[in-house]
């Protein structure tokens, strides 16, 4: 035996000397995720002797995924779908080369959910007053078979809430509005998991008290055939709305007034054509509707109108400032005293006093602007019946301007009674026509200087006498060829003996 001998090395062992991944980051993504909808989560995590990692991730629902090889330290994600809804929690781990594994990091939890569908349209009635209550009711349904609760937007500003109830379960809600108004009602769902549906499509709502009963119709209980007569009512709308009346006369007619505020009386003519009792009321009418007035009854009396008038009689062409008379007659088949209404088509009228039914009558009438005009007249008997009116009567009116205001009249200041003593004027015209003159001798008198005309601005001279002592004004006036006369002039004071 050799004690100095050694034997062969043994094969030798391997010994790998690894530390395991630390713990990785806590999954980053989203907490909510709908059925069958990929999402996305990152997560991180280090190796103390820098070896490669990859991570695993544990999604909640059994199933595990695995990322790629990356540098220690990386961010790396992935995505993952559920298909049933459920609250799942997602990990996940850190692998090196060696397979050594981290811890699984704290759970990231997620919902997997489905809203609900958009809810039917909310049922109920149309119309409601204020402060009275109103039942709705909607219903709809949830994908994952969730309870649901509804909610209701009443259009005021304020919504109510249902109690959970099974998915498709119709519930309803009573509402009341304080207001009159038009409001949009809709509803919506949402599940146990607060995910919510679309709202709903709206149902309009009119909050409304209907208006008053109108009064009784007033106006005269009996008057004739073919004579217009005068009826008012009115009516009070609690909600301030406007209201549309209509008149009921009896003989199978209507009238209609439109948009009349609340409590303002609202009133119309009516004329009957032939004779009888009719009863007549109205009727006030919000959006809503309303409610007919108390009837009345008007007896109406048999009464034919006058026949339209003649044509007009008078001149057809004329002046400014110049009057003109017009003369017509009518009619009436019941003998009745007849009045003229003459529409000199420059936006005046003019009433006749009444006259024997065939007697001649007539108007004037100053045009104070240039034009033509178209002149009519009607008639009206003693017991209001109007006719027809008579056909147009065409009038041209030409511009003119009165004579300037004459010179004071001169002459001899003072003078004795009973003897004679000549005054002259002048004055100008603006059109240049023709003038004539006339002398106010403060007595009482006066007197022309002629039937002719003067030229314009022509002087002319008139004498008078005075009976009595005293002291008098002389003053003139001119007067154009077309009927104008102008001013008085300043006055001439004249002592008389």
Known sequence: MDNNSSSPWSP????????????????????????????????????????????????????????????????????????????????????????????????????????????????????????????FSTSGEDPDGDQVQYTFDWGDGSVSKTNWTKSGRAESMHHSWEKAGSYEIRARVEDSTNASSPWSESISIVVNTLPSRPDQLSGPGYGYAMVPYHFQTSAIDQDGDFLNYTFDWGDGTTDTIDLIGPGINASLNHTWTGPGAYQIRAIALDRMGGDWSEQRSINIDPNEPPDPPRDLYGVRSGFTGNGYSYFTMTRDPDGDRVMHVLDWGDGTTIETDPVRSGSLQNASHIWSRPGEYLVRVGSMDEKGAPSQWSGPFLVAIKANDPPEQPAMPSGPAAGQSLISHKYATSARDPDGDAVKYVFDWGDGTT????????????????????????????????LDDKGLISDWSGALLVKIG
Not at 54 to 62: L, M, N, P, T, V
Not at 453 to 461: P, Q
């Open 447 to 478: 007197s022309w200087t002629g039937l002719g005309y003067l030229s314009s601005g022509e002087e002319s001279a008139v004498s008078h006498k005075w009976i009595q002592p005293g002291v008098y004004q002389i003053k003139a006036a001119a």
């Open 12 to 135: 030798p062992l391997v010994v790998v000397v690894n530390s395991p991944p630390n713990r990785p980051a806590i999954p980053a993504g989203q907490s909510l995720a709908r059925p069958g909808i990929k999402a996305q989560f990152s997560t991180s995590g280090e190796d103390p002797d820098g070896d490669l990692v990859r991570y695993i991730f544990d999604w909640g629902d059994g199933s595990v995924s695995r990322t790629d090889w990356t540098k220690s330290g990386r961010e790396e994600s992935m995505e993952h779908s559920w298909q049933r809804a459920a609250s799942y929690e997602i990990r996940a781990r850190t692998e090196d080369g060696a397979n050594a594994s981290s811890p699984w990091s704290p759970p990231l939890r997620i919902t997997v959910n489905s809203p609900p569908n958009r809810p039917a349209i909310p049922a109920g009635q149309s119309v409601v007053r204020p402060g009275i209550k109103a039942q």
